[in-house]
């Protein structure tokens, strides 16, 4: 059994990590509060201008070449791994990790053999877990969470579009987490160029007579890229919300779990202290009997 000393040290050390995980789970609900609302004022906006670009796309004439839709054989990848800079947030990170993991044993295992699987990191938990795992990895980008912007979104997508324009890589993905509520992320493993057109939207589009102005391949010049990097900085946000929602629900837990431990810890401690408070009782009553008998 441990003794008095110890246990009450642990007491202390508990009790002061419950004060942390408490102060860092006001610190995310406040961020929480400020990445909730962006993702839900974003949200409209990025899924009507990619309904718009995905109508557009199936009503164009096949002479206007849409070359961001241009499909080729995957030989050389670019993943984009999108996790946080901080850890302590339960598993957010991990399942990010095994996300892309998975998605490259599922759709490109020659490709990871031959190396040409290329992993973009957002967020130095991506960066430092697939560095370690040798891959190649484009480090420029990793740290986009420091003072999130449209515009530092906007040079990210566009080294990931140009690469897929100039050929050098054949396919994008992005791998992030979708938030859905406070203890709710979904990682999505999804397609980000070639573009992939909806069926759905499809077939709605060839019912609807569209007048261009100025012109099909204007406009799709203007349109297509401006909605590939909506759609970029909407991932973002949507990790970014789901961070801040994982570790304040982690911070709940070790809260929580903090609080109990105290408990089998106080007890254990008053346990303790008086079987020591009875063994000095005894220790001194048969002290004096000892000096009774002599």
Do not use: C, W
Not at 59 to 80: H, M
Not at 198 to 203: E, L, N
Not at 232 to 237: K, P
């Amino acid at each position: 059994m441990p003794s008095l000393k110890e246990v009450r040290s642990r007491i202390v050390s508990i009790n002061s990590t419950q004060q942390i995980t408490k102060a860092m789970k006001m610190v995310s609900a406040a961020k929480l509060r400020r990445a909730q609302d962006a993702i839900i004022q974003m949200r409209p906006y990025a899924q009507r201008l990619s309904g718009i670009l995905n109508n557009l796309s199936a009503a164009v004439e096949d002479n206007v070449a849409n070359p961001f839709a241009q499909e080729r054989a995957p030989g050389r990848v670019l993943i984009i791994a999108i996790t946080s800079d901080r850890g302590l947030a339960g598993a957010f990170n991990t399942n990010v990790m095994k996300g892309v993991m998975a998605q490259i044993q599922e759709r490109y295992p020659a490709q990871a053999a031959a190396g040409n699987v290329t992993i973009m990191p957002v967020g130095k938990k991506a960066m430092d877990a697939f560095s370690r795992r040798r891959f190649p990895v484009i480090g420029e980008y990793s740290t986009l969470f420091v003072g999130l912007n449209f515009a530092k979104a906007r040079t990210a997508a566009e080294f990931a579009m140009n690469g897929f324009l100039n050929g050098t890589y054949d396919r994008v993905d992005i791998v992030y987490t979708e938030f859905r509520n406070v203890v709710t992320q979904i990682v999505k493993r999804e397609q980000f160029l070639p573009i992939l057109p909806s069926p759905v939207q499809q077939q709605n589009a060839n019912k609807i007579d569209y007048i261009f102005e100025p012109s099909q391949a204007e406009i799709f010049q203007e349109l297509v890229p401006k909605s590939l990097k909506v759609q970029f900085y909407r991932a973002l946000l949507e990790s970014n919300a789901s961070e801040h929602g994982a570790r304040m629900t982690a911070m709940d837990k070790a809260t929580d779990n903090a609080k109990e431990l105290l408990k089998e810890l106080r007890l254990q401690y008053n346990r303790s202290r008086q079987a020591a408070i009875t063994k000095e009782i005894l220790e001194i009553v048969g002290g004096a009997e000892a000096l009774a008998s002599s």
